[in-house]
């Protein structure tokens, strides 16, 4: 950085330098997102389709997980809310919000890319499999084990049901127009 651009304030901290570092450019051309790809989605279509919805699936879910965790996390760990209660509540936020990422994102063409009440009452059923999968893994582990935070087994017990919603939701939910891929 050029020492014109170092300049310290009367406190001592760096002060905002008054022109703009050459590797950025001053503007940034808009897009409307449907004429422009990310690279990440660039990356993703160079996959073969039940991969690209593997990963998009995943990134969903991965969101849907921190929302989950970070949601129990306040309500078990620090709010004293009973552990099967606070995961009921947290499956109830993180399956509205993973519906809607799949439904948009990961499944779009399947789904033409519109929310539909039944679909998502189909994917909430399922999911409430991957739930069932989820209690019986941070039951087991809070019976079997002294956790410092019951947000540690709730984490394992989100990721066994992962692939068995992946395949639902692939298999099941987000079927239209399967053929064309």
């Known amino acids: 950085m050029p020492a014109a651009n170092r300049a310290r304030s009367s406190r001592g901290d760096a002060a905002i330098p008054d022109t703009i570092p050459e590797s950025i450019p001053e503007s ?10 990310s690279g990440l989605d660039r990356r993703l279509a160079a996959l073969p389709p039940v ?5 998009r699936f995943g990134m969903a879910g991965g969101l849907g997980t921190a ?8 309500l078990v760990d620090l709010g004293g809310l009973p552990p099967m209660l ?16 799949n439904e948009l994102w990961t499944f779009a063409t399947e789904s033409a890319g ?15 499999v991957g739930l069932a999968i989820n209690a019986a893994v941070l039951a ?13 087994p709730q ?27």
């Open 28 to 37: 940034i051309p808009e897009t409307n997102g449907s004429s422009a790809r």
């Open 51 to 55: 991969l690209r919805q593997l990963v």
């Open 67 to 74: 929302t989950n965790l970070a949601l129990f996390f306040v």
């Open 86 to 101: 606070g995961m009921l509540l947290c499956f109830a936020v993180a399956v509205t919000q993973n519906y809607v990422l």
């Open 114 to 128: 519109h929310i539909a009440l039944g679909r998502y009452a189909r994917f909430v059923l399922a999911s409430s």
């Open 140 to 152: 087991a582990l809070l019976a079997l084990f002294d956790f410092p935070y019951a947000v540690h």
């Open 155 to 181: 984490a394992a017990g989100i990721a066994a049901g992962m692939l068995f919603n992946f395949a639902a939701s692939r298999w099941l939910i987000f079927t239209h127009d399967r053929a064309a891929h």
